[in-house]
T-cell receptor, first 111, second 112 residues
Framework: KNEVEQSPQNLTAQEGEFITINCSYSVGISALHWLQQHPGGGIVSLFMLSSGKKKHGRLIATINIQEKHSSLHITASHPRDSAVYICAVRSVAGSQGNLIFGKGTKLSVKP | NAGVTQTPKFQVLKTGQSMTLQCAQDMNHNSMYWYRQDPGMGLRLIYYSASEGTTDKGEVPNGYNVSRLNKREFSLRLESAAPSQTSVYFC???????????FGQGTRLTVV
């Protein structure tokens, strides 16, 4: 079983829809990251959080440490939001260097 | 404002050939990482360097070597490329553990 599970694997939405991507993990963590990978391949860090909620523009990330679950929300989605969204956790038990990555959620927003 | 720069962006190798992937960051970060990304799998850590002069194996180090040349540069070497090393390789850096990581644009490597 993967230590970081994302759902859904693929998501198609219409422009303007509210989108939620989920991430569940099975290890104790010190931080959770949400990353965005555009079709060109580059990876950009969106959020790093260890508790509560963070907001940046139309993106909101929440984490529930007790339930070992995080969500990434996109409000008023736009075609430029089309990308793969990756959840990654830094395990408290892991080696210093290692983030554990989910497989990603591929989002396609149609105009 | 370059951030993390990887070269080359694309490479095709024949089985048995060697090559070095270059990575440089201009953010004065202590920690640098090399990951590979394969279809249907999350990114996996190959090697990392917590600080200049140190390197450690990650999850999938076999077939690779690394050099932390200085604080800016962290290279990944394939001594004898194999088709199983066909992948997209990402370099990343961070100021330290538990802080935001910055990624390069990736190198798409095909071994035939």
């Amino acid at each position: 079983k993967n230590e970081v599970e994302q759902s859904p694997q693929n998501l198609t939405a219409q422009e303007g829809e509210f989108i939620t991507i989920n991430c569940s993990y099975s290890v104790g963590i010190s931080a959770l990251h949400w990353l965005q990978q555009h079709p060109g391949g580059g990876i950009v860090s969106l959020f790093m959080l260890s508790s509560g909620k963070k907001k940046h523009g139309r993106l909101i990330a929440t984490i529930n440490i007790q339930e070992k679950h995080s969500s990434l929300h996109i409000t008023a989605s736009h075609p430029r939001d089309s990308a793969v969204y990756i959840c990654a956790v830094r395990s408290v038990a892991g080696s210093q260097g290692n983030l554990i990555f989910g497989k990603g959620t591929k989002l396609s927003v149609k105009p | 404002n370059a951030g993390v720069t990887q070269t080359p962006k694309f490479q095709v190798l024949k089985t048995g050939q060697s090559m070095t992937l270059q990575c440089a960051q201009d953010m004065n970060h202590n920690s640098m990482y090399w990951y590979r990304q394969d279809p249907g799998m999350g990114l996996r850590l190959i090697y990392y360097s917590a600080s200049e002069g140190t390197t450690d194996k990650g999850e999938v180090p076999n077939g690779y070597n690394v050099s932390r040349l200085n604080k800016r540069e962290f290279s990944l070497r394939l001594e004898s490329a194999a088709p199983s090393q066909t992948s997209v390789y990402f370099c990343a850096s961070s100021a330290g553990q538990g802080v935001e990581a910055f990624f390069g644009q990736g190198t798409r490597l095909t071994v035939v």
